[in-house]
């Protein structure tokens, strides 16, 4: 059975995965449209797989966001497999290309590399860091939701005291997940603000804490020095904390976002990348990039605009997005 088939009978068989892999296809209709349509024109136009052939498929990844060193990598690992499966004629290729992909993005990791880091007893800290403007707010907001619908007792902490109405907005989302928020007044300093989020979430036997944070990249040295002395705090009052400390990247941003993974990369320890706004760019290649490029998982995808479209990343699902056209013009 091939890869390609394995994926449509893996989302097919399945009712949860199954509606996991329609919010993919249907979110990422945009970088789908595009993508498809380039690789489809490239078999049609190539009936052998050549040199001439890489180097065009090369540059059609390159126009996804996929990312230079990332499409280096994985044309070296489709000759190699062309050569090894003697593969002629190009349209056998789409099934190597979709296997290749999700290998070269779990690489020697598991699958559950996306999972968020939980603890079982005790309270469990999430710091939320990223860039005004990417969705971080709203992010925190939707991963509320999820979490207490799981079950779980959450509390969040409104670190970002100097974006002119983060509060607010932290505030109406704790009101749409039905979670309490934790707050000072604008301007106060976001380590004490976070040091009540966690004797507040202590007090009420909370099981995750989440913690926003300024987002002010023109200041870089003030906002660093901010995200090291609240991660101190945590340390301090929660050995072992922050459990997630998960950045915020808005995917239509391009390359730009991943300068961002590798700023605060730099002065935080960032185990997961929150990627928002997945289904408004033709340039969701970014997701590879980002985990081959900076071996950061991408924990979360914006697939939307509403409160349960922050989706778990799943590269499965995501290269069914990918490629759902042309996995369904295959099964015809």
Same mark, same amino acid.
């Given at each position: ?55 065009? =498929? &090369? @540059?059609?990844?390159?126009? *996804?966001? /996929?990312? +230079? ?6 044309? %070296? ?92 907005? =932290? &505030? @109406?989302?704790?009101?749409? *997940?039905? /979670?309490? +928020? ?6 106060? %300093? ?143």
């Amino acid at each position: 059975m091939s890869f390609i088939q394995k994926l449509k009978r893996r989302f097919s068989e399945n009712y949860e995965e199954e509606d996991v892999s329609v919010k993919y296809k249907e979110g990422m209709e945009k970088t789908r449209s595009s993508f498809s349509s380039k690789i489809n024109n490239l078999i049609a136009r190539y009936r052998s797989v050549d040199e001439d052939f890489f180097d065009e =498929l &090369e @540059e059609v990844l390159i126009s *996804a966001d /996929v990312g +230079v060193n990332t499409v280096m990598d994985l044309i %070296d690992e489709l000759k190699m497999e062309v050569k090894r499966q003697n593969i002629k004629e190009s349209g056998q290729i789409k099934d190597v290309i979709s296997e290749k992909l999700v290998e070269i993005y779990y690489g020697d990791d598991e699958e559950d590399v996306a999972s968020l880091n939980l603890q079982e007893d005790g309270l469990s800290i999430i710091l939320v860091v990223g860039v005004n403007g990417v969705g971080k707010t709203t992010s925190i907001g939707k991963l509320a939701h999820q979490l207490k619908t799981e079950g779980k007792h959450v509390v969040l902490a409104a670190g970002d005291t100097f974006r002119a109405g983060a509060i607010e907005q =932290l &505030e @109406e989302w704790g009101k749409r *997940a039905e /979670v309490e +928020v934790i707050k000072q007044n604008a301007g106060s %300093d976001p380590a004490a603000v976070i040091f009540d989020g966690i004797k507040a979430a202590k007090s009420r036997n909370a099981d995750v804490l989440i913690c926003d944070t300024a987002g002010r990249l023109q200041n870089k040295v003030n906002l660093m020095n901010e995200l090291a002395k609240v991660k101190r705090i945590i340390e301090r009052e929660v050995p072992g904390a922050p459990h997630e400390v998960l950045l915020v990247l808005d995917a239509t941003t391009g390359q730009n976002a991943l300068n961002q993974a590798k700023t605060f990369s730099e002065v935080t320890n960032v185990s997961g990348v929150v990627l928002t706004k997945l289904d408004g760019t033709a340039k969701g290649g970014i997701v590879l990039a980002i985990r081959n490029e900076l071996t950061i998982p991408v924990k979360f995808v914006g697939l939307g605009e509403k409160v349960g479209d922050l989706q778990a990343f799943d590269a499965h699902a995501f290269v069914y997005g990918l490629f759902a056209d042309l996995l369904e013009a295959d099964a015809e």
